[in-house]
């Protein structure tokens, strides 16, 4: 267990700095796409994007989040590891939808 604190305490504090707040901000302003998407999803209760978009967005995310742990990157951990979040969710909606119109 003090492994994983250490490799946090690291990843997050150690090498925090000014230019891991700017990647934050950045991350931040890249999200937000996903952000909009998301709350207009949750709103219709149906994920308003194609399927195979959460597909190849899970796949990739999975592969940076696995990248950016490698590199220990703070600001691409944390933005990597919320969208796989967004996209599992809509992921869920549109199997529950396709569940709930197949029952007619």
Known sequence: MSGLFNYLHDVFVVKFN?????????QGFFTMR??????ASERARASV???AFWFFSIGGGV???IYALYRRDPVFIAGQALGLLVYTRNLYFIIL???????G
Do not use: C
């Open 97 to 103: 939808r396709g569940r709930q119109a197949s029952k």
């Open 63 to 65: 592969l940076l989040l």
């Open 49 to 51: 994007i194609p399927v």
């Open 34 to 39: 996903f952000l909009v998407q998301w709350i």
């Open 18 to 26: 000014a230019w891991v707040v700017l990647g934050f901000v950045a």
